[in-house]
């Protein structure tokens, strides 16, 4: 698999020639580093992303036609990092996304460009810290399909205000936008979610669902009824929130490792 | 030799009585069907019986081998030997049934856990209640079928080897085909195990499959009318209606009205 490696301002890749990037990086505190990625060709990226206190702006580019599958796994401490998605006619971008221990502010933007584009993200976070995450997803031409699922886990200081704003102008016919939105509130701040969809054509499908809270009595009951326990039954389920929608093995690895580490 | 005994129970939720002076005891090898009109309590029985903190005990016990269990968690009550198969179990996202189902059996067996023999018999009892292999990797119930679900409930009781099983409504989304093996496994399970039995359904066809030694009609939260198989036969014919009035609530009507069948 292709891998990018950014800490702070050092980037390292072992790539292939389906993908090239650039970096323009900033000359002062003030100024935003820029990692520029093109994908050329269908193929799956790995980008490990650790930086404090840089402002970092990462352009993902992809051609007409292709099929991509982006695993991120981020690490920021009083960071801030933006995302910028263009996806063409015909092409597909899935977004996975998993963090930890985030102190940060975050955006991510999607421009939906040509008939066909979809966009699918998944966020998988254990937030410890005070955390701001921005989407924006902009249907920009119709019959484009954006999925945006984020399940967030808050612990100890952990604080999220979440926004998610999807733009279907007047125009975009046949786009389907949906967000599902949740977080794991185990910490004594109080979180937040903003969903918003902006919709001005009538023929589209547009849906979304937004939940804070703690796992059911419901789900907890069926797995303590097995002789699971409480705590272990809370495991379960966390390890289940975290690791839905989460194919890759790696992915899926790294995600198990921390659940145990913050929740033993 | 097992006894559950639910002595006296009264139960309420948001303030609403669903069990009234609630009296039944079950012993190993017995099996008890309670049949009853809808919203009468016979779920919440099944509930209350397994320690689901939704519902409050207002006055009564429940005894387990003597042992008062009315203050236990829902989790020491599956320790002890008490299973539910649930009319509707849940979905659980992101969570594989091998997954749970490894927990759940470790739990249950702690440092005696061995894995092998674990995969042996889990994939024996898939077998058994013909079910796809597949479902394993699968999330635990999601994008199961009604039958599907049913099945899981009866694997994980295979697995769990309860002495007192509280099946409700396992029949309830079933096709013919996947009735009959729940129906055939449930009656094998029992025999094998000499396990109690409490089982609440609205249907005669699951009781043609697992026969009760005990039928009971249950009524606004409390039993109306207990009897043997009979009693399935005079629902089936005459409804619940006449038991609903309260001159021929008491049991000897029921007799009386048998005996003029007969």
């Given at each position: 698999?292709?891998?990018?490696?950014?800490?702070?301002?050092?980037?390292?890749?072992?790539?292939?020639?389906?993908?090239?990037?650039?970096?323009?990086?900033?000359?002062?505190?003030?100024?935003?580093?820029?990692?520029?990625?093109?994908?050329?060709?269908?193929?799956?990226?790995?980008?490990?992303?650790?930086?404090?206190?840089?402002?970092?702006?990462?352009?993902?580019?992809?051609?007409?036609?292709?099929?991509?599958?982006?695993?991120?796994?981020?690490?920021?401490?009083?960071?801030?990092?933006?995302?910028?998605?263009?996806?063409?006619?015909?092409?597909?971008?899935?977004?996975?996304?998993?963090?930890?221990?985030?102190?940060?502010?975050?955006?991510?933007?999607?421009?939906?460009?040509?008939?066909?584009?979809?966009?699918?993200?998944?966020?998988?976070?254990?937030?410890?810290?005070?955390?701001?995450?921005?989407?924006?997803?902009?249907?920009?031409?119709?019959?484009?399909?954006?999925?945006?699922?984020?399940?967030?886990?808050?612990?100890?200081?952990?604080?999220?205000?979440?926004?998610?704003?999807?733009?279907?102008?007047?125009?975009?016919?046949?786009?389907?936008?949906?967000?599902?939105?949740?977080?794991?509130?185990?910490?004594?701040?109080?979180?937040?979610?903003?969903?918003?969809?902006?919709?001005?054509?009538?023929?589209?499908?547009?849906?979304?669902?937004?939940?804070?809270?703690?796992?059911?009595?419901?789900?907890?009951?069926?797995?303590?009824?097995?002789?699971?326990?409480?705590?272990?039954?809370?495991?379960?389920?966390?390890?289940?929130?975290?690791?839905?929608?989460?194919?890759?093995?790696?992915?899926?690895?790294?995600?198990?490792?921390?659940?145990?580490?913050?929740?033993? | 030799?097992h006894t559950l005994e639910i002595k006296d129970l009264t139960v309420t939720v948001e303030g609403k009585e669903?069990?009234?002076?609630?009296?039944?005891?079950?012993?190993?090898?017995?099996?008890?069907?309670?049949?009853?009109?809808?919203?009468?309590?016979?779920?919440?029985?099944?509930?209350?019986?397994?320690?689901?903190?939704?519902?409050?005990?207002?006055?009564?016990?429940?005894?387990?081998?003597?042992?008062?269990?009315?203050?236990?968690?829902?989790?020491?009550?599956?320790?002890?030997?008490?299973?539910?198969?649930?009319?509707?179990?849940?979905?659980?996202?992101?969570?594989?049934?091998?997954?749970?189902?490894?927990?759940?059996?470790?739990?249950?067996?702690?440092?005696?856990?061995?894995?092998?023999?674990?995969?042996?018999?889990?994939?024996?009892?898939?077998?058994?209640?013909?079910?796809?292999?597949?479902?394993?990797?699968?999330?635990?119930?999601?994008?199961?079928?009604?039958?599907?679900?049913?099945?899981?409930?009866?694997?994980?009781?295979?697995?769990?080897?309860?002495?007192?099983?509280?099946?409700?409504?396992?029949?309830?989304?079933?096709?013919?085909?996947?009735?009959?093996?729940?129906?055939?496994?449930?009656?094998?399970?029992?025999?094998?195990?000499?396990?109690?039995?409490?089982?609440?359904?609205?249907?005669?066809?699951?009781?043609?499959?697992?026969?009760?030694?005990?039928?009971?009609?249950?009524?606004?939260?409390?039993?109306?009318?207990?009897g043997d198989f009979k009693l399935v036969d005079y629902v089936e014919k005459n409804g619940y209606e006449k038991?609903?009035?309260?001159?021929?609530?008491?049991?000897?009507?029921?007799?009386?009205?048998?005996?003029?069948?007969?």
């Amino acid at each position: 698999m292709n891998r990018i490696t950014v800490v702070d301002e050092n980037v390292e890749s072992n790539i292939s020639s389906k993908l090239s990037f650039q970096v323009v990086p900033s000359h002062n505190e003030f100024e935003i580093a820029r990692l520029e990625i093109q994908i050329k060709k269908s193929c799956s990226l790995e980008l490990f992303f650790t930086s404090s206190s840089k402002r970092w702006k990462i352009v993902i580019e992809v051609a007409e036609g292709v099929d991509s599958k982006i695993y991120c796994y981020q690490n920021l401490l009083n960071g801030k990092v933006q995302y910028r998605f263009q996806i063409p006619q015909k092409s597909t971008v899935e977004f996975y996304k998993f963090q930890g221990i985030a102190s940060s502010k975050e955006m991510v933007e999607a421009h939906l460009l040509g008939e066909g584009a979809t966009f699918h993200s998944f966020l998988k976070d254990i937030s410890k810290e005070k955390e701001t995450l921005d989407y924006y997803i902009y249907h920009d031409a119709p019959k484009t399909v954006s999925n945006i699922r984020n399940n967030i886990v808050t612990v100890e200081e952990g604080k999220v205000t979440l926004q998610v704003s999807t733009f279907i102008p007047k125009g975009m016919v046949g786009s389907i936008a949906s967000q599902n939105n949740r977080i794991l509130n185990f910490s004594d701040k109080k979180s937040e979610i903003r969903p918003n969809l902006y919709v001005e054509e009538y023929d589209v499908s547009a849906n979304h669902s937004a939940l804070i809270g703690r796992f059911s009595e419901e789900e907890l009951f069926y797995l303590m009824s097995r002789g699971i326990s409480e705590k272990e039954a809370s495991r379960l389920l966390l390890k289940g929130f975290l690791l839905s929608d989460i194919t890759n093995k790696k992915m899926r690895k790294k995600i198990e490792l921390s659940t145990k580490k913050e929740w033993r | 030799m097992h006894t559950l005994e639910i002595k006296d129970l009264t139960v309420t939720v948001e303030g609403k009585e669903i069990l009234s002076s609630f009296t039944l005891t079950i012993k190993s090898g017995e099996i008890h069907a309670i049949m009853g009109p809808n919203g009468t309590g016979k779920s919440t029985l099944t509930k209350v019986i397994m320690g689901d903190p939704t519902y409050r005990v207002e006055k009564g016990t429940i005894l387990f081998d003597g042992e008062d269990i009315t203050k236990l968690s829902v989790d020491e009550r599956a320790h002890l030997g008490l299973f539910l198969g649930m009319q509707s179990p849940i979905a659980i996202e992101g969570v594989s049934n091998a997954d749970f189902l490894r927990t759940v059996v470790s739990s249950k067996e702690g440092k005696n856990f061995k894995l092998f023999p674990f995969i042996k018999e889990l994939d024996q009892v898939i077998d058994q209640l013909e079910m796809d292999h597949d479902m394993i990797d699968r999330d635990v119930n999601q994008g199961f079928s009604g039958g599907e679900r049913k099945k899981n409930e009866i694997l994980q009781m295979y697995l769990l080897k309860p002495s007192m099983v509280l099946l409700d409504e396992i029949d309830s989304g079933l096709d013919v085909d996947s009735l009959r093996i729940v129906g055939e496994n449930v009656t094998a399970y029992q025999k094998e195990s000499q396990c109690g039995i409490l089982l609440i359904t609205h249907y005669r066809r699951l009781l043609e499959y697992i026969h009760p030694t005990h039928v009971h009609i249950m009524i606004d939260g409390k039993i109306v009318a207990s009897g043997d198989f009979k009693l399935v036969d005079y629902v089936e014919k005459n409804g619940y209606e006449k038991m609903e009035k309260k001159e021929v609530i008491s049991g000897t009507c029921i007799v009386k009205e048998l005996a003029r069948h007969e």
